[in-house]
Structure formats: structure tokens, C-alpha cells
């Protein structure tokens, strides 16, 4: 995920379109604890477009713990190959 600007337009596109996947779809009103995005590397344009969002947080994939993933309904991974190599 690139955003070539912090734009929150751009992130509520991507909620958009996550809340048409099956399962995804309370993700677009819910408010609280919605969801975990997690990158594989620091991407200030994408932790700066969602962070307007409510419910959202970013991470990294490397810093996330099961406690942070429990409280929160979905986890969105970001570039998973890349993202889930530092998990070992």
C-alpha cells in the first residue's frame, strides 16, 4: 500500500472497498475497534490517511502482539509475504 500523499480520502476508499469483501462488510460503520492495518515497513502517507479515521490503527506488522490483534474485529495485512517474514 503506497499513498503518494496523506490523503484520507484515499484510506475511506480503501475501507470502501474492504466492506464489499464477505465477512468485511460492518467494517464501513463501525466506530470503535474497527480494524488493524498492518505494514510491512513505515509508510508515514498511509499512517497519516487513516489516522482521521475512527476505529483504525496502523502498525507494523513486526511490532503487532496477540493483545492488539484481540481487540480489534479485523486485521488487514498490508504486503503479507513481507509482512509476515519478521514473524519467525
Do not use: C, H
Not at 496523506?6 to 472497498?17: D, F, G, H, W, Y
Not at 508515514?44 to 479515521?53: A, G
Amino acid at each position: 500500500m503506497d499513498f503518494s500523499q496523506p490523503k484520507t480520502k484515499e484510506a475511506v476508499e480503501v475501507v470502501n472497498s474492504l466492506s464489499k469483501i464477505g465477512g468485511f462488510e460492518k467494517m464501513k460503520n463501525k466506530k470503535k475497534n474497527k480494524a488493524i492495518l498492518a505494514l510491512d515497513k513505515k509508510e508515514p502517507n498511509v499512517s497519516k490517511s487513516f489516522r482521521n479515521i475512527p476505529g483504525m490503527e496502523i502498525y507494523q506488522a513486526r511490532n503487532l502482539n496477540i493483545l492488539d490483534i484481540l481487540n480489534f474485529k479485523y486485521l488487514v495485512i498490508a504486503n503479507p509475504k513481507e509482512a509476515i517474514s519478521g514473524w519467525k
